[in-house]
């Protein structure tokens, strides 16, 4: 049962972040903000986002090796594609 | 839920699928961003048309749903069958929003004559938004079939790798939907 509390607290602060997140990268789209550094910003933000995703809400963070890594490598060459295009 | 376990959670199967359908989806992002290049200005002025505050919404039910998936696999390890029942609802529910959401902001584009051939920005958008839209069809589909099984008590602490297996690949999803949103939407 204090694992499963604790199980959780941790994905509910975990969402609440994520949420928080989401609400910054909205608010940088509205504001207008524009510029190679704040595109790279918002992407990191989004990586972030997404290795949160694997490790907490996929559960990742429990398997060894590569198995724990899949989905942070995809998030990582993802991310070097975006910087090299966007600073092209 | 601390321990360190050599594989994922559950099927193996899905995994391999999701790395799969991971790849195509980098590879449409990663064309979409060279394709950019040399569109800078074509791409910034019609990403203006999107309807940010409506993606917002998705991102918010699509999140919401995958914190719901995560509660009813937290609530069937526990043997909370009934609660895992109504977190798994729940889920389904804000995947409905997104659908809803979706369709609304197809329909918008269809009435304003917008097609894959209108630029090379909306055939990125629309093929790239409707793949995930489809997606997000087949991920309702396999937590419907969840949800009722779970009705029917056909889960527990020990017979789970399933919901596991479904969770996975909703969350997947909503991966997917997190880069597509600043990418397409914001940058």
Redesign the interface.
Known sequence: ?K??K???IV??VV?LL??AL??V??Q???MGL?GVNI?LG??A??LF??AL??E?????K????L??W??LI?LI??GI??YL??T? | MTKVTRYPPGEIIIWLFIMAELLVFGLFFSAYAITRIDNVELFELYQKNLDTTAALYNTIALLSSSYFVIRSVIAIKADEQKNAYRWMLLAVAMGLVFIVIKTDEFSHHIDNGITLSTNTFYMFYLSLAFFHYLHVILGLVILGVLAHNMNKGMYSSKENASVETGASYWHMVDLVWLILFPLVYVM
Not at chain 1, 56 to 60: E, G, R, V, Y
């Open positions: 049962m694992i499963k604790q199980s959780t994905e509910t969402f994520l949420i989401t609400l990268t909205y940088v789209g509205k524009s595109s918002v992407f933000i989004a986002k997404g995703i694997s907490h809400f996929m559960q990742l429990h398997a060894s090796g198995w724990r899949m989905i995809w060459l993802l594609v975006i295009a966007f092209a």
